[in-house]
């Protein structure tokens, strides 16, 4: 993956400290935020 901006460098991060959850219920939740929290900021 090429990181292009600040937002998918977060992105990558969170994404990939979560990739390891054990609780896939925790593991959509933390990834749909992710996703979803730069259109509020």
């Known amino acids: ?3 292009d901006s600040q937002a998918q460098a977060t ?3 969170i994404l ?3 990739a ?3 609780d896939p219920r925790l593991r959509e939740i933390a ?4 996703r979803h929290m ?3 900021v």
């Open 31 to 34: 990834a749909s935020f992710v």
């Open 1 to 3: 993956m090429i990181i």
């Open 11 to 13: 992105d990558a991060a």
């Open 38 to 40: 730069h259109g509020f």
């Open 20 to 22: 390891s959850a054990t």
């Open 16 to 18: 990939q400290a979560m």
